[in-house]
């Protein structure tokens, strides 16, 4: 899921953050470009021709302007400049045209997604590490889940605490959290079941945080630098692994779950995810059905059995807390200079409850195990 609606989170990383430069003299718009229409390739193609759905519903065809779409200054930019730009990328073959839309080559496909991932990691850094250091945000938490562990996402102590129980974590157990932001989550499973918990995340900046916050509790706490698409754990590592609101950023939600899957120790070995998920308008409201989201189907298709638990009503009481507490907090977080994620909070809110009351939005607990 997303505390900011997908689109809105992804467009301000592509845009605002400056990625290493790797790729020479390469111009940054070129490579916000290669980064953007990565950004395409992980979105589902519509019925039409060159047109991608994006988590927002929005449907964006990959021209000039809907690249441009995904620019922070986007309106600020000269089309023209943009147009030299793909040119630039037509020559070196990172990128092909077919009438007005511009795809990526493979070689393409290989930069733009390290782009992507580049600037979507320090994208992440740079937003949880305002979180993690904001006593708004920290109040935030507070009033909207509970306790403040620096959650970002949309679970409340009802849900961890359930997570907690069906896991029944022990002592002599480790288990991964993977995505797992600031860490806090992992540490407070962690003291409460006296389990080994290993973190890993992108955000490299926050992880290495996370480690330094946690260096009295080292043998019990890992953080690890990682990309979820890119799992290079030995099989068998995990007696469970844990995922709350990560598996929208992964590239195949299937080909994850099959790895994970090999990751957990047998026989005991178990996964639980926290996932939400939305369906057009004019889509079918069975795909909302547990066995049939992304996860449940993924999870079948892996040969994982599995229960669910609904928490589409709970997470709506979530949305309106965080309304709430985020206009009651506004001033604070202006003061501190997050605003951004004051008005990112409302809105993605807002949009999700609206989705909620239409019967198009639904968020789900899975817990999966091996098959014994
Ligand atoms: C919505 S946040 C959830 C964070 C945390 N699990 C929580 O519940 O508070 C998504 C997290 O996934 C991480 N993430 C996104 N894409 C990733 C990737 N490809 N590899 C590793 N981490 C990723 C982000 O940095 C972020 O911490």
């Known amino acids: 899921m997303k505390l900011m609606s997908h689109l809105v989170e992804r467009s301000r990383m592509l845009d605002d953050i400056a990625c290493a430069d790797d790729f ?34 929005r449907r964006i065809r990959p021209t000039l302007v809907g690249i441009k779409s995904f620019l922070r200054e986007g309106a600020a930019i000269d089309i023209e400049k943009m147009r030299a730009s793909t040119e630039q990328l037509l020559r070196r073959k990172l990128v092909a045209k077919k009438s007005d839309c511009y795809f990526l080559s493979d070689s393409g496909k290989r930069v733009g997604k390290i782009f992507r991932i580049e600037r979507m990691s320090k994208g992440y850094d740079n937003l949880l590490s305002r979180t993690g250091n904001s006593k708004a945000y920290s109040l935030f938490c507070e ?3 509970g306790k403040d562990l620096s959650q970002f996402n949309v679970l409340d102590m009802e849900q961890l605490d359930t997570l907690i129980e069906k ?26 079941t ?6 890993l995340d992108f955000a490299a900046e926050v992880i290495k945080n996370a480690q330094q916050q946690t260096v009295d509790k080292k043998d019990r706490l890992t953080y690890v630098p990682g990309d979820m698409n890119e799992l290079s754990f030995k099989e068998g590592s995990f007696d469970a692994i ?8 992964v590239e195949s939600i299937d080909a994850t779950i099959r790895r994970l899957k090999k990751l957990l120790k047998p026989p005991n070995g178990r996964l639980a995810i926290f996932y939400d998920q939305t369906c057009d308008p004019d889509e079918s409201r069975d795909i909302l059905l547990p066995e049939n989201t992304k996860v449940g189907v993924a999870l079948s298709s892996n040969g994982l059995a599995y229960e669910t638990v609904d928490y589409t009503t709970n997470s709506k009481d979530i949305w309106i807390r ?3 507490a985020a206009e009651e907090l506004k001033e604070l977080f ?15 809110a807002k949009r999700t409850l609206e989705k909620i009351e239409d019967g198009r939005h639904v968020r789900y607990f899975y817990l999966a195990k091996l098959k014994k």
């Not at 070129?30 to 021709?49: H, M, P, Q, V, Y």
């Not at 844990?242 to 950023?249: H, Q, R, V």
């Not at 003061?335 to 990112?344: G, P, Q, V």
């Open 24 to 57: 020479g003299d390469m111009p940054d718009l070129e490579k916000r470009i290669l980064a953007i229409l990565s950004l395409f390739e992980t979105n589902r193609k519509s019925g039409n021709a060159d047109e991608y759905v994006f988590p927002d519903s």
């Open 143 to 145: 009033h909207v889940f």
């Open 167 to 192: 896991l029944e974590l022990k002592p002599s157990e480790v288990a991964l959290d993977l995505g797992c932001g600031n860490g806090r989550i992992a540490e407070y499973i962690s003291d409460l």
């Open 194 to 199: 006296g389990a080994k918990m290993v973190g």
């Open 242 to 249: 844990i995922s709350i609101d990560t598996l929208y950023f």
């Open 322 to 324: 965080e309304i709430k």
């Open 334 to 348: 202006v003061k501190e200079d997050n605003a951004d994620i004051y008005e990112d909070r409302v809105q993605d």
